[in-house]
């Protein structure tokens, strides 16, 4: 089993930054593809980055292409989400999700991944 927990999350103006971590633990996930996704209220939950576990490959949804960048240090088992230029409609709770070996090296479904952290609150004011 692989457990994650997201922190970094926290309340920003518009044009700030954050940066989210996600820390694996039971398991390296150094060969497991990693991603970020979120829900804002009332809404379903949206893909927003991947990361692939051989090769560093990304992949964002439109809505934060140019803004969110996802890192992961294996060394660490650690994933990363930099979130420059946050907008008010980036609020959410932000997830960490893990996949597995079977599964694709890259994935940007939620049903592709198997393991999920309990999310952490980012909120932007206007």
């Known amino acids: 089993q692989v457990q994650l927990v997201e922190s970094g999350g926290g309340l920003v103006q518009a044009g700030y930054s954050l940066r989210l971590s996600c820390a694996a633990s039971?398991?390296?996930?150094?060969?497991?593809?990693m991603g970020w996704f979120r829900q804002a209220p009332g809404k379903e939950r949206e893909f927003v980055a991947t990361?692939?576990?051989?090769?560093?490959?990304?992949y964002y949804a439109d809505s934060v292409k140019g803004r969110f960048t996802i890192s992961r240090d294996n060394a660490k088992n650690t994933v990363y989400l930099q979130m420059n230029s946050l907008k008010p409609e980036d609020t959410a709770v932000y997830y960490c999700?893990?996949?597995?070996?079977?599964?694709?090296?890259?994935?940007?479904?939620?049903?592709?991944?198997?393991?999920w952290g309990q999310g952490t609150q980012v909120t932007v004011s206007s």
């Open positions: 999700a893990a996949g597995s070996p079977r599964r694709p090296i890259i994935a940007s479904r939620a049903t592709e991944y198997d393991y």
């Open positions: 039971g398991r390296t996930v150094s060969n497991y593809a």
């Open positions: 990361i692939s576990w051989i090769g560093g490959t990304t």
